[in-house]
C-alpha cells in the first residue's frame, strides 16, 4: 500500500476567523486515502478545533520566546517529531513557521496568504519576503492579492499560485427565515436587517461601518428603522462596544458574539455587508451570498472578483461613510432588485466558488503537481 502524504497545516489558533474555517475545511475534505493531515497551532486550539481531532492529528506548541524569530529551535524540534512531507502555513505565522520548517529539513513548503494588513507595514512586508525565499509556493487567495504580493513581497512571482477560497453551497443555501434566530438576535418585527459575519479585526474598519449606521438611522422615514447585526469575535470588541454607545445605537446595533449557525443567521439579513480596507477573498462574503443574500461591500481585494460584473453596482469605496450608508438605503428600499441581486449572488458562488475544487488545487499543490 502506498504511503499517504503527511502535511502539516501550521496555524496561529483554530479560533473564529476566515483562515480557520479554511484549514478545516481542506482537512475534512481531503483525500484521506492519499494525505495524512495534521495541524500544529503555535497558541490555544480554539472553538474551531472541535471535531477536527476525527480527520487529523492536533498539536500545539506555544514556547516561542522572542529569540526564536531568529532561531526556532523549540518549533523545528516540534515539527521534525511529526515529520511532515509537506508544511502549509497561513498568514500570520509564516515567517517564523517556514524558517522552523526548513531547520527541520522539511521537503516542501507551501503558504497560503488569505490578506494583507492595512496599511501593509515595511517591516512585514521585508519579514514575508524572508520567508517567501525558503517557501516553494506562495498561493494568494485572489488575483488583487496575488498583483500585491509580487509587487510588494514574493521576489520571485514563479512561486506565486492563485487559488480562490470556497465554500460549501450545500450547507450554504437559501433557507426559509427562523423566527428563533430572529428572536435571539433581538430584532423586532418587520425590522430590516443589515449584517456582517467576521473576525472583528481593525483591517475591517467596522468602526465605519457603525458611522454609516448612525447615518442611516438619524436620516430613515421608511417604516420600522433598520438593525445591524455583527457576528464574530476579535480585539475590537470592546472598541466597537464603545462606539455604539457612543452613537446612541444600544437599541439598534447589535454584536452577536460568535456563533457556530451563520447559515441561520443569513436568513435573516436583508443586506450583507463589509466595510474592509483590505480583504483576501472573504468566506464570509462568499457564506453570505451563497445563501442567496444580497451584498453591499468595500472595492478592495478581491470582493470585486465575487460580485462581478452583475453586482458591480454593490461595490463602494473603503472608507466613505455617507456612500456605504446610500447603499445600504439603495437596498434595502428595493425589495425587488435586492432580491434579484440575492439570486444572482447564489449563482455567482455555485459557478465559481465550490469547496471541492478549492481542495482538489490544495492536493496537486501539496503534490508538486502545478
Avoid at 477536527?52 to 529569540?67: D, T, W, Y
Avoid at 513557521?97 to 517591516?123: F, I, K, M, N, Q
Wanted: glycine fraction near 10%.
Amino acid at each position: 500500500m502506498k504511503q499517504r502524504l503527511k502535511v502539516l497545516h501550521v496555524v496561529h489558533d483554530l479560533d473564529y476567523g476566515g483562515l480557520e474555517r479554511l484549514v478545516g475545511a481542506i482537512v475534512r475534505l481531503i483525500d484521506r486515502a492519499r494525505f495524512e493531515s495534521h495541524i500544529l497551532t503555535l497558541s490555544g486550539f480554539g472553538r474551531f478545533a472541535q471535531g477536527l481531532e476525527s480527520v487529523a492529528e492536533l498539536h500545539r506548541f506555544k514556547a516561542i520566546p522572542r529569540l526564536s524569530m531568529l532561531w526556532p529551535v523549540g518549533l523545528a524540534r516540534r515539527i521534525r517529531a511529526i515529520a511532515p512531507d509537506v508544511v502549509h502555513t497561513h498568514c500570520g505565522v509564516w515567517y517564523k513557521a517556514s524558517l522552523a520548517a526548513r531547520h527541520a529539513g522539511v521537503p516542501r513548503l507551501v503558504h497560503t496568504e488569505h490578506g494583507r494588513h492595512y496599511p501593509d507595514s515595511w517591516v512585514a512586508r521585508f519579514r514575508d519576503g524572508l520567508a517567501a525565499r525558503r517557501t516553494d509556493v506562495v498561493v494568494a487567495v485572489s488575483d488583487a492579492l496575488r498583483g500585491q504580493l509580487a509587487r510588494a513581497v514574493v521576489r520571485d512571482r514563479s512561486r506565486i499560485r492563485v487559488v480562490v477560497n470556497g465554500v460549501d453551497t450545500r450547507r450554504f443555501r437559501p433557507r426559509l427565515v427562523n423566527g428563533s434566530v430572529r428572536a435571539e438576535l433581538g430584532v423586532p418585527a418587520g425590522a430590516p436587517v443589515i449584517g456582517s459575519v467576521g473576525r472583528l479585526d481593525p483591517v475591517k474598519a467596522y468602526e465605519i461601518m457603525i458611522q454609516a449606521f448612525a447615518q442611516l438611522r438619524a436620516t430613515w422615514t421608511e417604516g420600522p428603522a433598520p438593525v445591524l447585526v455583527l457576528v464574530g469575535d476579535g480585539p475590537e470588541w470592546a472598541r466597537l462596544e464603545a462606539l455604539i454607545e457612543r452613537y446612541g445605537l444600544r437599541d439598534a446595533a447589535r454584536l452577536a458574539g460568535w456563533r457556530s449557525d451563520v447559515e441561520n443567521v443569513h436568513a435573516v439579513l436583508d443586506v450583507f455587508t463589509l466595510s474592509s480596507w483590505s480583504e483576501g477573498t472573504s468566506l464570509g462574503l462568499l457564506e453570505a451570498m451563497s445563501t442567496g443574500v444580497c451584498p453591499v461591500v468595500t472595492e478592495v481585494g478581491g470582493s470585486p472578483a465575487i460580485l462581478g460584473e452583475r453586482l458591480r453596482h454593490r461595490l463602494v469605496r473603503p472608507g466613505d461613510v455617507a456612500a456605504l450608508a446610500a447603499a445600504w438605503r439603495d437596498a434595502l428600499a428595493h425589495r425587488d432588485r435586492r432580491e434579484a441581486d440575492g439570486a444572482v449572488a447564489r449563482e455567482r458562488v455555485e459557478q465559481g466558488f465550490g469547496l471541492d475544487r478549492m481542495v482538489r488545487q490544495y492536493e496537486r499543490l501539496y503534490m508538486g503537481e502545478e
